[in-house]
């Protein structure tokens, strides 16, 4: 199943009691197995250089493959206030899921974290970032999804963001803590356009959904257990906030 296909089969109104006994034995099958997923959560050390704390809102974008996982991940980070996924890489015009899904507008899938500098840092939010959200070592694919526009890449919103990416990269791969070199990459004066509404809080709404239950959930639970320091049992909500 390609990665359109497996985002698109959701918008189907029914599921056939076939679909509904795997969602139930995908979901028990999780619970009672360690968190694994496609890209396990690998234990590093907090950056050397990070940003000063602050009082004001700032912003981070990430793409790390598909967006649910990424999103649903900083919505349970503390001091993040929303976490939206989207398209950021190419043109407005393009930032439209089935094009994006083509692999040749420029955009990923990505997800703005807006976030508290003074609760949680940018430099703990990118070791979130390399740690659990995704695996930082497979080049133009994630999991069970490939092409660029599952790429792992930061885009960077100012210089500072820029340079404490490149210092940290610069520090995982000289520590060697993942078994191939980091291929994320850095861009930067690239727009953030928001994802459509269905794509929103998918991980949170759909819990029991297969692909969620294996490449997403356990990201979940290693936040959980990696960074008890930083992690929201509650998760800050797209649709919600936009409804308040």
């Given at each position: 199943?390609?990665?359109?296909?497996?985002?698109?089969?959701?918008?189907?109104?029914?599921?056939?009691?076939?679909?509904?006994?795997?969602?139930?034995?995908?979901?028990?099958?999780?619970?009672?197995?360690?968190a694994r997923s496609a890209e396990d959560a690998v234990v590093?050390?907090?950056?050397?250089?990070?940003?000063?704390?602050?009082?004001?809102?700032?912003?981070?974008?990430?793409?790390?493959?598909?967006?649910?996982?990424?999103?649903?991940?900083?919505?349970?980070?503390?001091?993040?206030?929303?976490?939206?996924?989207?398209?950021?890489?190419?043109?407005?015009?393009?930032?439209?899921?089935?094009?994006?899904?083509?692999?040749?507008?420029?955009?990923?899938?990505?997800?703005?974290?807006?976030?508290?500098?003074?609760?949680?840092?940018?430099?703990?939010?990118?070791?979130?970032?390399?740690?659990?959200?995704?695996?930082?070592t497979q080049l133009n694919y994630q999991g069970p999804d490939?092409?660029?526009?599952?790429?792992?890449?930061?885009?960077?919103?100012?210089?500072?963001?820029?340079k404490l990416a490149e210092s940290y990269i610069a520090q995982?791969?000289?520590?060697?803590?993942?078994?191939?070199?980091?291929?994320?990459?850095?861009?930067?004066?690239?727009?953030?356009?928001?994802?459509?509404?269905?794509?929103?809080?998918?991980?949170?709404?759909?819990?029991?959904?297969?692909?969620?239950?294996?490449?997403?959930?356990?990201?979940?639970?290693?936040?959980?257990?990696?960074?008890?320091?930083?992690?929201?049992?509650?998760?800050?909500?797209?649709?919600?906030?936009?409804?308040?």
């Amino acid at each position: 199943m390609t990665g359109i296909e497996k985002k698109t089969e959701r918008r189907s109104p029914l599921l056939a009691p076939l679909a509904a006994l795997v969602l139930t034995a995908a979901a028990a099958a999780f619970w009672q197995t360690p968190a694994r997923s496609a890209e396990d959560a690998v234990v590093i050390p907090p950056p050397a250089v990070d940003e000063k704390a602050a009082g004001d809102t700032e912003k981070a974008v990430f793409a790390g493959g598909c967006f649910w996982g990424v999103q649903g991940v900083f919505q349970h980070v503390k001091g993040v206030s929303k976490a939206v996924s989207g398209y950021t890489g190419g043109s407005a015009e393009n930032a439209v899921y089935e094009t994006v899904g083509t692999g040749r507008t420029g955009h990923a899938e990505s997800v703005e974290i807006t976030y508290d500098p003074s609760k949680v840092t940018y430099g703990q939010l990118l070791q979130v970032y390399f740690s659990v959200a995704h695996n930082p070592t497979q080049l133009n694919y994630q999991g069970p999804d490939s092409g660029t526009q599952y790429r792992s890449t930061i885009f960077a919103e100012n210089d500072e963001q820029k340079k404490l990416a490149e210092s940290y990269i610069a520090q995982l791969d000289k520590a060697k803590v993942f078994s191939k070199p980091i291929v994320t990459t850095l861009e930067t004066g690239k727009t953030f356009y928001p994802a459509e509404d269905y794509h929103q809080d998918f991980l949170t709404l759909n819990p029991t959904y297969p692909y969620i239950v294996y490449n997403d959930l356990p990201k979940i639970e290693n936040l959980k257990a990696l960074f008890p320091q930083l992690y929201s049992e509650k998760p800050v909500l797209v649709l919600a906030s936009s409804k308040s």
